[in-house]
T-cell receptor, first 112, second 116 residues
Framework: EAQVTQNPRYLITVTGKKLTVTCSQN?????MSWYRQDPGLGLRQIYY???????DKGDVPEGYKVSRKEKRNFPLILESPSPNQTSLYFC???????????FGPGTRLTVT | AQSVTQLDSQVPVFEEAPVELRCNYS??????LFWYVQYPNQGLQLLLK??????LVESINGFEAEFNKSQTSFHLRKPSVHISDTAEYFC??????????????FGQGTILTVHP
């Protein structure tokens, strides 16, 4: 089944403890992206990647890191999480912009 | 920089009534436009998109949107809604080239609630 998977789906952590949210797609898509969703703010793009080893900042990259060492994986790294990073995170992939993006199920992160 | 404004945060409507969800965008270059739908506790799914050509685009479930370049709008319409259309709808824009190609900007979302 063609899909985007994210792990973990739910995570509660404490301020400053480094964490990684994994994202993997099995559709051989060139493009991958991370978003955060907050009530009243819609989705905001954190980082995107047009291809392997190519990443660019979205609208809200501060406090996040990404890497794209292989086509199928695009992990999101929070080196020192803070409470304002509590949010619902979505990973998405696409054959290439401006095609349809396929979204993962989401990761709900709480930072206390 | 590109931006998107969805003019209504919530739209309540009765079943079988028509609905319009409004979206305005801003960009200094040509754009591609999208509408995504998010059903409760799910990820987003593409509803329809405008890339080029006909300014009126349609989805398989009866929604349509019209690209209006002069008014920088991409409003979503459906002539008769169903209970199952209850969801949150997001308008999104990406530049059709140049810098920031690949960057996708979403609006704040419009919650459509269809009442029986």
């Amino acid at each position: 089944e063609a899909q985007v998977t994210q792990n973990p789906r739910y995570l509660i952590t404490v301020t400053g403890k480094k964490l990684t949210v994994t994202c993997s797609q099995n559709m051989n898509h060139e493009y991958m992206s991370w978003y955060r969703q907050d009530p009243g703010l819609g989705l905001r793009q954190i980082y995107y990647s047009m291809n392997v080893e190519v990443t660019d900042k979205g609208d809200v990259p501060e406090g996040y890191k990404v890497s794209r060492k292989e086509k199928r994986n695009f992990p999101l790294i929070l080196e020192s999480p803070s409470p304002n990073q509590t949010s619902l995170y979505f990973c998405a992939s696409s054959p290439g912009t401006p095609n349809e993006q396929y979204f993962g199920p989401g990761t709900r992160l709480t930072v206390t | 920089a590109q931006s998107v404004t969805q003019l209504d945060s919530q739209v309540p409507v009765f079943e079988e009534a028509p609905v319009e969800l409004r979206c305005n965008y801003s960009s200094s270059v040509s754009v591609y436009l999208f509408w995504y739908v998010q059903y409760p506790n799910q990820g987003l799914q593409l509803l329809l998109k405008y890339l080029s050509g006909s300014t009126l685009v349609e989805s398989i479930n009866g929604f349509e949107a019209e690209f209006n370049k002069s008014q920088t709008s991409f409003h979503l319409r459906k002539p008769s809604v169903h209970i199952s259309d209850t969801a949150e709808y997001f308008c999104a824009v990406t530049n059709a080239g140049g810098t920031s190609y690949g960057k996708l900007t979403f609006g704040q979302g419009t919650i459509l609630t269809v009442h029986p």
